[in-house]
C-alpha cells in the first residue's frame, strides 16, 4: 500500500515562506502528475499547483508568481515552495499522485493533508 508523506506546513506571518514535501512510502516504478491542493474552512479542496513528469507545470491564479513547484523524479519528492504568504493561504494543503505504478498496480493516492497558517 502506497502513502503520500507530507512535511513542511506550520504557522508563518504574512510575507513569510514555509517549503513543503511530499514523498510516496513503498517501491514505485514511476509517477505520473504529483500536485499540491489545498482546502480552507468552508471550502472545497482546490488545486494549488501541479507538475508533470516531464516537468510541465499548472499554478492557480492566486498563487503565480509567490509559490513554486518542483519534482525530484529519483526520489519521487514533490515540494511546494510558498513565498509572500498571505493569511488567505490558509488551509490544510494536501499532496496528490497520480497514476501511480507499483510491481501489482497502478492507481492516484492522496496524502493525509498538512497544515498551513499564516497569520496577518
Known amino acids: 500500500q502506497v502513502q503520500l508523506v507530507e512535511s513542511g506546513g506550520g504557522l508563518v506571518e504574512a510575507g513569510g515562506s514555509l517549503r513543503l514535501s511530499c514523498t510516496p512510502s513503498?517501491?514505485?516504478?514511476?509517477?505520473?502528475?504529483m500536485g499540491w491542493y489545498r482546502q480552507a474552512p468552508g471550502n472545497q479542496r482546490a488545486l494549488v499547483a501541479i507538475i508533470t513528469s516531464g516537468g510541465s507545470t499548472n499554478y492557480a491564479d492566486s498563487v503565480k508568481g509567490r509559490f513554486t513547484i518542483s519534482r525530484d523524479n529519483a526520489k519521487n519528492t514533490v515540494y511546494l515552495q510558498m513565498n509572500s504568504l498571505k493569511p488567505e493561504d490558509t488551509a490544510v494543503y494536501y499532496c496528490n499522485a497520480q497514476k501511480v505504478r507499483t510491481r501489482y498496480f497502478e492507481s492516484d493516492y492522496w496524502g493525509q493533508g498538512t497544515r498551513v497558517t499564516v497569520s496577518s
Open positions: 513503498g517501491t514505485i516504478f514511476s509517477i505520473n502528475a
